[in-house]
Nanobody, 116 residues
């Protein structure tokens, strides 16, 4: 199994930046896909960014050019760098990993609030 612990959320003014972290432990060698999702009140959970082994990173149109997903293999940690934040980015952000041996595993979520 893989366990995920998120950190880095908080309050920031529009135009500011935050970096979310997702630290993985357990069977980390089984991870194939890393993704970030977000959910705000009254809206469905939205896939924001993902990265696959041997594949390119992908982003939802609303964050292209502003968000970057990356990983530090030595630390077994994934990141979401968020720049030029907008109030509409306000949501609970969840990290998620996929693999045949581990299925789908989720972090606990971290709140990001962007003030106007």
């Amino acid at each position: 199994q893989v366990q995920l612990v998120e950190s880095g959320g908080g309050l920031v003014q529009a135009g500011g930046s935050l970096r979310l972290s997702c630290a993985a432990s357990g069977s980390t060698d089984s991870i194939v896909t890393m993704a970030w999702h977000r959910q705000s009140p009254g809206r469905q959970r939205e896939l924001v960014a993902l990265t696959n082994r041997a594949g390119p990173t992908q982003y939802v149109d609303s964050v292209k050019g502003r968000f970057t997903i990356s990983r530090d293999n030595a630390k077994n940690t994934f990141y979401l760098q968020m720049n030029s934040l907008k109030p509409e980015d306000t949501a609970v952000y969840y990290c998620n990993v996929l693999g045949l041996d581990i299925g789908s595993q989720w972090g606990q979520g971290t709140q990001v609030t962007v003030s106007s």
